[in-house]
T-cell receptor, first 109, second 114 residues
């Protein structure tokens, strides 16, 4: 399956701590994307990393990609209560995006 | 900013009813997608479309059909709703000729079939 698999399924940390989520996949990819979903809402695109890139930053977000290990990680630094959401990785293959099942992140005040 | 809208946030229908879910995007995107999202199963692609009057089956098309008569509008149709179609339905759009195929999502429709 091309689907990404996120790990952990759920993560609970204190506000101000860093949160790290991982995504593993099994096939070759064109790019890998991360999305956020607030409870009961649609998904919002966070960041895209191409298959020839190893690291990318956007504000408090840092994404890494290791194509040899077929894995990616999303790091959120200095977490805030507003970061509470589900985070999905999405694998871009030939035509479609295939989403993983997500990591549920809870930031405790 | 891209805006994707869906006709309803919440919908309650009865078994056997014909259900229409509408999605409209305002950024002239060629691609449009319908997903359903269920706990523990993530997002699963139902149908997608690369152009007007064009459709492709996704991973779980059974029990659904779609219509794309205009570029900005993509409709999902449940011909005869069943209780196992109770779910969150998400519409998305993206550009066609882009290797950076970011998708833009609507707010979702939570459908309950009784």
């Amino acid at each position: 399956s091309q689907q990404g698999e996120e790990d952990p399924q759920a993560l609970s940390i204190q506000e101000g701590e860093n949160a790290t989520m991982n995504c593993s996949y099994k096939t070759s990819i064109n790019n890998l994307q991360w999305y956020r979903q607030n409870s009961g809402r649609g998904l919002v695109h966070l960041i895209l990393i191409r298959s020839n890139e190893r690291e990318k930053h956007s504000g408090r977000l840092r994404v890494t990609l290791d194509t040899s290990k077929k894995s990616s990680s999303l790091l959120i630094t200095a977490s805030r209560a507003a970061d509470t959401a589900s985070y999905f990785c999405a694998i871009q293959g030939a035509q479609k995006l295939v989403f993983g099942q997500g990591t549920r992140l809870t930031i405790n005040p | 900013d891209v805006k994707v809208t869906q006709s309803s946030r919440y919908l309650v229908k009865r078994t056997g009813e014909k259900v229409f879910l509408e999605c409209v995007q305002d950024m002239d995107h060629e691609n449009m997608f319908w997903y359903r999202q269920d706990p523990g199963l993530g997002l699963r692609l139902i149908y997608f479309s690369y152009d007007v009057k064009m459709k492709e089956k996704g991973d779980i098309p059974e029990g659904y059909s779609v219509s794309r008569e205009k570029k900005e509008r993509f409709s999902l149709i449940l011909e005869s709703a069943s209780t196992n179609q109770t779910s969150m339905y998400l519409c998305a759009s993206s550009r066609l000729l882009s290797a950076l195929n970011t998708q833009y999502f609507g707010p979702g429709t939570r459908l309950t079939v009784l």
